[in-house]
């Protein structure tokens, strides 16, 4: 990698780190929140350059992660890793993730005598603001998760997404790392440097012919449905065109062999001629693309293979995307649901683990989408195979879920409708027994209500 020549900081600049930190304190010390958006805005009015000033201080440059899921989980990751391999980086690891968020965790990791140390930033970046942040900051490499169909609310329409990636790549000709099981994904920017990775096989793939739940991916060459030869879940698996002979590319990072447990999932990390054995502390197939994904990213910044795996192992999950959790000593896993895809690999963790129980919480505020009409895409069937105790299910939307459960097979009596969230989380702790599992499966604001019981009770959850 080329080294990014060190710029100096204007006199605003340095005017607008120094207020905007000074904001950031003050709003922590009111408890007015983290502070994570209204600095970025305040430096940004004082210097509108702060941002593309300061990422280009960093030695390695800047990386940005994007895509609809796992962003958060994947940069986690991904900075778990460049720790171990001794990298300093600036992150938002506070999840902001657009222009404003973006600035405000680069003015809070700078001094404003000198602004940036670190060797390289390490941006998640919502889709939408990519070709925003890409015009003020030179991204040297964009690393893209998946394109699932959950956020038409805000966009549209997946093509507009793509489209917004695309065009927040070609800026500066950034380097992308494509996960090359989604057709959606690894069809992107075809004239841009590429980098693949993907998975080659894994327990729970099913062919194309038996797969549940799959969603729909055309060709970006003729426009065909794609079709596939292995699933693994939405729309992820070994793509091709029965129309043209368009296929997913060869990956150069693949992870073959995967196992997926009820909290972990073990895989073996193949990395050109080199094979390396990895355990991952968190459930779902979909975790193990993110981790792949940071593994991938990892490589091509020149991170060693030994480091990639110890960072693997050594990640703790961030906040709300698989949490394990210890209240009152007993054991709890926290899963943020937002889409069929998500709920879908959520669920079939839970089933496997036959000493669980599972509360469910839905609303349906802006910020989790309005219509719930998606928890009849999720495979909510997989639970009635083999009905727990008892299934919670609480939150603005608990009668729908109720409603969703019974429909999915699962016996009325043992559904327990709790819309209050405080009470039905206190109610399946008293009711826990010794050695079993509470999982937590909340949409995007009860995780936040779940979040402030839980800081009441004494229980932090990783990144507040
Ligand atoms: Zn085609």
């Known amino acids: 990698m080329t080294e990014v020549p060190k710029s100096g900081l204007t006199a605003s600049d340095k005017a607008a780190v120094l207020v905007a930190q000074l904001a950031a304190k003050t709003i922590r010390k009111l408890g007015l929140g983290l502070g994570s958006n209204l600095p970025g805005r305040i430096a940004r009015k004082l210097s509108p350059s702060v941002l593309s000033h300061l990422s280009s201080q960093s030695a390695k440059g800047v990386v940005a992660v994007t895509g609809t899921n796992g962003k958060s989980t994947t940069s986690g990751i991904l900075s778990e890793i460049l720790r171990t391999a001794g ?3 600036a992150h938002n690891r506070q999840g902001a993730n657009l222009v404003t968020g973006i600035t405000a965790s680069l003015v809070e990791s700078a001094t404003w005598q000198s602004g940036i140390s670190a060797d390289m930033c390490l941006f998640e970046i919502d889709e939408a603001a990519l070709p925003v942040v890409a015009k003020e900051v030179k991204i040297g490499t964009v690393l893209v998760t998946n394109l699932f169909r959950d956020q038409l609310d805000r966009f549209g329409e997946l093509d507009t997404t793509a489209k917004l990636i695309s065009a927040g790549i070609s800026v ?3 380097v992308a790392i494509l996960n090359c099981d989604d057709p959606n994904v690894s069809q992107l920017v075809s004239d841009e440097k590429r980098f693949f990775y993907g998975i080659e096989d894994a327990a729970d793939a099913t062919d194309a012919a038996h797969a549940k739940n799959q969603e729909l991916a055309y060709c970006g060459k003729c426009g065909a449905e794609v079709a596939f030869r292995r699933v693994f879940y939405g729309q992820l698996g070994h793509w091709y065109c029965p129309s043209c002979g368009n296929e997913r590319p060869a990956p150069q ?6 196992e ?6 073990r895989f073996k990390l193949q990395i050109g001629a080199t094979e390396e054995s990895c355990v991952l502390p968190l459930p779902g197939l979909f975790n193990v693309y993110n981790a792949l994904a940071a593994a991938a990213c990892a490589h091509y910044l020149g991170v060693s293979n030994q480091a990639i795996r110890y960072g693997l192992k050594e990640y703790s999950t961030l906040f709300g995307r698989s949490e394990k959790l210890t209240i009152d000593g007993k054991s709890v896993i926290v899963q943020l649901i937002k889409n069929p895809a998500g709920a879908t690999q959520a669920v079939s963790s839970c089933v496997k683990d036959n000493r669980g129980r599972l509360l469910i919480a839905i609303n349906d505020n802006l910020a989790d989408g309005r219509d719930v009409s998606w928890l009849w895409d999720a495979d909510f069937e997989q639970l009635a195979v083999s009905p727990r105790v008892k299934l919670t299910v609480s939150g603005q939307r608990a009668e729908d879920m109720a409603v969703r459960m019974k429909y999915a097979g699962y016996p009325q009596d043992k559904i ?6 405080e009470q039905a989380l ?4 008293s009711e826990m027994e010794e050695g ?29």
């Not at 990072?253 to 995967?258: E, G, S």
């Open 87 to 89: 990298f300093t980086f």
């Open 172 to 174: 500066n000709h950034s």
């Open 253 to 258: 990072i693949v992870a073959r062999d995967v």
């Open 260 to 265: 997926v447990f009820p909290t972990s999932s």
């Open 416 to 421: 327990v409708c709790q819309p209050k969230l």
């Open 426 to 429: 206190n109610q399946c702790l």
């Open 436 to 464: 079993e599992t509470l999982w937590l499966m909340p949409t995007y604001t009860c995780l936040l209500e779940l979040q402030k019981m839980l800081k009441n009770m004494g229980v932090a959850m990783s990144c507040t």
